[in-house]
């Protein structure tokens, strides 16, 4: 067990549907990083937030948003699912100022 | 922004030989370069790490090199085992308060033929 929490484990779904994933970080970490790798490719940079703000954007598309809670708790909107969202979604914590980020287990979304 | 890029993308290697890695990244102020081991259906999970202001480091089996000059780092691991077949992540950072942002290479599928 990493430390950081992603549920549900698995999600299907039907295109033009809308989900939340939810990522508890680390205790302690502040920061709260989500990628998205889809098959046999690598880890593409969603969004990052750190101790309830946004701190810095990738390559998310508009139908994708994120926030953190006070808890630092986040969760991933996914909406108008389309068959290329389907991929593993990973939320990652890190503590501040140190580098290098603690991996959840990931969410595997399947749009049908 | 940070471009990182990763070679090869496979490799296989007999079971006790040697693996090597290779990454070069392109923000001269990157700071701080972590390598990630992804087995199947799992997370990333940080393996070894290397900061600006160290050209070399070692953990038992597997050893990081950085050369900032040429603005490239590898990942070195001996005695390969069947346990160590996987996919490998590099990464670079400018590590920052609140910023830890990591750009990631584009992976190696490391195979251990027994």
């Known amino acids: 067990d990493s430390g950081v929490t992603q549920t549900p484990k698995h999600l299907i779904t039907a295109t033009g549907q809308r989900v939340t994933l939810r990522c508890s970080p680390r205790?302690?970490?502040?920061?709260v990083y989500w990628y998205q790798q889809s098959l046999d490719q690598g880890l593409q940079f969603l969004i990052q937030?750190?101790?309830?703000?946004?701190?810095a954007k990738g390559n998310i598309l508009e139908r994708f948003s994120a926030q953190q809670f006070p808890d630092l708790h986040s969760e991933l909107n996914l909406s108008s699912l389309e068959l290329g969202d389907s991929a593993l979604y990973f939320c990652?914590?890190?503590?501040?100022?140190?580098?290098?980020?603690?991996f959840g287990s990931g969410t595997r979304l399947t749009v049908v | 922004g940070e471009n990182v890029e990763q070679h090869p993308s496979t490799l296989s290697v007999q079971e006790g030989d040697s693996a090597v890695i290779k990454c070069t990244y392109s923000?001269?102020?990157?700071?701080?370069f972590p390598w990630y081991k992804q087995e199947l259906g799992k997370g990333p999970q940080l393996i070894i790490d290397?900061?600006?202001?160290?050209g070399e480091k070692k953990d038992q089996r597997i050893a990081v090199t950085l050369n900032k000059t040429a603005k490239h780092f590898s990942l070195h691991i001996t005695e390969t085992q069947p346990e160590d077949s996987a996919v490998y992540f590099c990464?670079?950072?400018?590590?920052?308060?609140?910023?830890?942002?990591?750009?990631f290479g584009t992976g190696t599928r490391l195979t251990i033929i027994p």
């Open positions: 205790s302690g970490d502040l920061s």
């Open positions: 290397i900061r600006s202001n160290v």
């Open positions: 990652a914590s890190s503590v501040q100022g140190r580098g290098g980020y603690t």
């Open positions: 990464a670079a950072s400018k590590v920052s308060r609140g910023n830890e942002k990591l750009t």
């Open positions: 937030y750190y101790n309830g703000e946004e701190r």
């Open positions: 923000d001269s102020a990157s700071n701080y």
